[in-house]
């Protein structure tokens, strides 16, 4: 194959299209020796070009990865979302934030009676009287926990 020189954007196109189809390769073809100014700039033109279908290709397929990523993210909410209850699928997103809040609110407010609990051991704990019998006998009565 010869580069037509009369019209060389017409034949750069034509040889364009066939080295993206694989059935041309322009490097064993040409030599660059002989050729003009406007023949080496589209050299240039068609280099540059080629690295853009390279780039564009790479990206196409980190793309379609990508793409693939997330569909199988989806999919794997969809599986998780089948195993909430009924009730729970047919809330909107507000009602179950408000759920939430109220759950833990419900769980603030037992560690708080339980730490109270403690505390009121602790204040038992400390109490300790002695007391005196009728028959005469002392006894020491105090709070004592099991394990």
Do not use: W
């Not at 019209?7 to 050729?35: D, F, K, Q, V, Y």
């Amino acid at each position: 194959m010869t580069l037509n020189l009369r019209n060389p954007e017409m034949e750069l196109g034509l040889i364009i299209e066939r080295h993206i189809a694989g059935t041309c390769s322009i490097e064993g073809h040409i030599n660059t020796e002989n050729l003009g100014h406007v023949e080496k700039n589209l050299m240039v033109t068609l280099d540059a070009a080629k690295a853009k279908l390279e780039l564009v290709t790479r990206t196409k397929s980190e793309l379609v990865s990508e793409s693939k990523k997330v569909k199988e993210s989806i999919e794997l909410a969809k599986c998780r979302t089948n195993d909430f209850k009924p009730e729970l699928r047919g809330m909107d997103q507000k009602a179950l934030e408000e759920e939430l809040q109220a759950l833990l609110s419900d769980k603030a407010g037992e560690t708080e009676y339980l730490k109270s609990l403690q505390q009121q051991i602790e204040t038992l704990k400390g109490i300790s009287h002695m007391v005196r019998c009728a028959c005469g006998a002392e006894y020491k009565v105090e709070m004592i926990l099991g394990a």
